[in-house]
């Protein structure tokens, strides 16, 4: 279905302002997708406050050139779904979940991670990296770790001393 000039600009101006604003960035290459896990897909993105479109390619490619990230942008497919967030990792995480549910109709090409374009096997590493509050739950147990150890074993020592 052909579009308009006026929806064009639109669709350009929307994406420039979206990859302007956004710390991250995944290209999809989407094929055959049944409508009602796109619009799975598309709620559990807005949940993560995650935006999402399908454009052609040269309008996602117009949007691109006027932001020019750092390296070479990966070839694109003839479907082409973007995705982005002001979250480093919530898209990658998200789109990479979505991806292994829908193999055979979802291939991630590419992405943007602080202004550089990465590649798919960077974009699915990136995905692998829990979340912020799960990372701070780590840490404080790495850190409690030896401190309830100590305390262990101080307990059991006075446990072990006779009462005089």
Do not use: C
């Amino acid at each position: 279905m052909a579009i308009n000039k006026e929806k064009k600009k639109e669709i350009v101006e929307k994406l420039d302002k979206a990859f302007k604003g956004s710390q991250s960035v995944v290209f999809l290459g989407v094929k055959g997708i049944k409508v009602n896990d796109q619009n799975k897909l598309r709620k559990n993105l807005r949940e993560q406050k995650v935006g999402y479109t399908i454009a052609r390619k040269t309008l996602i490619g117009r949007a691109l050139d006027q932001v020019k990230f750092a390296g070479a942008r990966p070839d694109f497919a003839s479907e082409l779904a973007v995705a982005w967030s002001e979250d480093n990792l919530a898209t990658h995480r998200e789109i990479a979940d979505f991806a292994k549910k829908n193999k055979d109709n979802v291939k991630i090409i590419g992405g943007v991670f602080e202004g550089m374009y990465i590649d798919a096997a960077k974009v699915i590493s990136l995905a692998s990296i829990p979340p912020r509050e799960t990372l701070y739950a780590q840490f404080v147990n790495l850190i409690n770790s030896p401190i309830q150890g100590f305390v262990m074993a101080l307990s059991e020592i006075a446990k072990s001393k006779p009462q005089a």
